[in-house]
């Protein structure tokens, strides 16, 4: 199954899926990273909106017209339009967020497209998936030789196979580095506490204290990267 038809298909159950703890706790890592991001903003793979409320100048663009239709709510400006070819002149924006995006399309050319629209000095903010999303233990992610197959994960959305791409820290910041992107901030979430995907199942006393300890792990080893990257002056 392709991203488009994957989201076309999911629209109508997205916002209600996202309420669960997992994606809450991923939000507000997000919220901590949002006050870097100001003046007219692209919200790249914005789907049903979720992001746009948090901006007074912002403008949305999906590839799926069905989380586009759900978006129109948040009554900022939207386009159909895919990461890989953005609808919009160089250097237009001021801040770009990118939320678990480049997992599911062709990252290289979404950052690239990413890099052109952008000003210089322009902060972008970004989440992926990483490699050590795929229910491993601490100790199984600290033993890891990390190859091909550690970079997909498969599995099934409306009873259809899909599949995505996933990052190591290294993968991730070096995408941006080479197109133009300086990092400024990086963070995870899920170092030592496997997230609950699809699950409306909280999380226990234990695996709170380990979340809310997870500063002193290994950043690297979280099953969601965030990275803040700066636009240098100059850079193509």
């Known amino acids: 199954m392709g991203s488009k038809t994957m989201y076309e298909k999911t629209a109508d159950m997205y916002d209600y899926r996202h309420q669960s703890p997992t994606t809450k706790l991923m939000r507000k890592k997000e919220k ?3 006050k870097h991001i100001s003046g007219l903003v692209l919200d790249v793979g914005c789907g049903t909106g979720y992001h746009l409320s948090f901006f007074p100048e912002i403008i949305g663009i999906d590839i799926s017209k069905s989380m586009l239709k759900h978006a129109k709510k948040r009554k900022k400006p939207l386009v159909i339009c895919s990461g890989e070819k953005l609808a919009f002149k160089d250097k237009t924006f001021d801040g770009i967020v990118c939320f678990s995006v480049l997992n599911f399309c062709n990252a290289e050319k979404t950052v690239k497209e990413i890099s052109r629209v952008i000003k210089d000095n322009g902060m972008v903010l970004v989440s992926v998936a990483s490699v ?7 100790k199984e992610k600290k033993s890891l030789k990390i190859d091909k197959y550690h970079k997909v994960k498969k599995f099934y959305v409306c009873r259809e196979k899909a599949r995505m791409k996933l990052f190591t820290k290294k993968d991730f910041v070096e995408l941006f580095e080479k197109n133009g992107f300086m990092l400024k901030e990086f963070d995870s979430l899920f170092v030592r506490v496997k997230p609950k995907w699809n699950s409306f199942v909280g999380f226990s ?3 709170k204290l380990l979340l809310a300890l997870e500063r002193v792990f290994d950043k690297k080893y979280g099953c969601v990267y965030f990275g803040l990257f700066e636009k240098a002056p100059g850079s193509q």
């Open 32 to 34: 901590a990273f949002l």
């Open 132 to 138: 050590y999303d795929k229910n491993y233990s601490y």
């Open 205 to 207: 006393f234990i695996e």
